[in-house]
């Protein structure tokens, strides 16, 4: 029952899309606009920084508040330790999914990164500092979010191995698959030159 609520809760705060609810404010369709994708970058691209930076606000914040929901229910009804976390990551699976997929866009959302972030800050705050160290460090050094990002997700295994175990990190292995299947335009654009720079998005 709890796996469920977990998973249903996360999918549910995940669904809610900043990008959506801008758009719909802006009269844009940030999906199909730009380099379509619905997330916080191109926003930023099409709206500008202010615009970009809501979006990404949203898009974190919903990745805390259902983690810290799920840790209240939880503790709640006595349940800690390692079943506790196992839940987490399984609301945190469900928040990653409802935002690449969400029902109320058809199933066709943005890549997750920014509701990791929320996340992250919502399960430990030693993973968090790690994981959005790493991806401000590979970002800024390489001028491609999509860098960070994939280095984010890289520190996120190693952390989550390292302070929970197995079970866990496997749950972290299929976000980072999704990731990785996500921005593999990004990875071509790379490659042909065509990607864009993290200092051409913040110039409007």
């Known amino acids: 029952m709890y796996f469920l609520v977990s ?3 996360g999918y549910m705060f995940g669904c809610i899309h900043g990008s959506q609810l801008v758009g719909k404010y802006k009269k844009i369709d940030i999906k199909k606009s730009g380099v379509k994708n619905a ?9 500008g920084w202010k615009y970009g930076i809501l979006v990404g606000m949203i898009d ?4 805390t508040l259902a983690v810290l929901l799920m ?3 939880l503790d709640g009804n006595g349940i ?35 509701s990791l972030v929320g996340i992250l800050l919502a399960i430990d705050w030693k993973i968090a500092i790690i994981g959005i160290g790493i ?16 280095m984010m997700y890289i520190s996120f295994l190693v952390t989550t191995f390292y302070f929970f175990g197995l079970e866990p990190t496997m749950i972290v292995v299929l976000l980072s698959v999704i990731s990785i299947l ?12 065509e990607e864009k720079k993290l200092s051409s998005m913040f110039q409007k």
């Open 39 to 47: 997330g916080a970058s191109n926003t930023t691209i099409l709206l």
């Open 80 to 114: 800690t330790g390692d079943t506790q976390i196992l839940f987490i990551y399984v609301t945190a699976f469900g928040v990653i999914i409802g935002h690449n997929y969400p029902i109320t866009m058809k199933f066709s959302g943005g890549k997750g990164t920014a």
């Open 7 to 9: 998973l249903l809760l």
């Open 135 to 150: 991806l401000l460090i590979f970002t800024l050094t390489t001028d491609y979010l999509v860098i960070g990002v994939f």
């Open 60 to 63: 974190i914040f919903k990745g």
């Open 71 to 73: 840790l209240y229910i």
């Open 182 to 193: 996500k921005h593999i335009e990004n990875y071509k654009r790379i490659i042909n030159k």
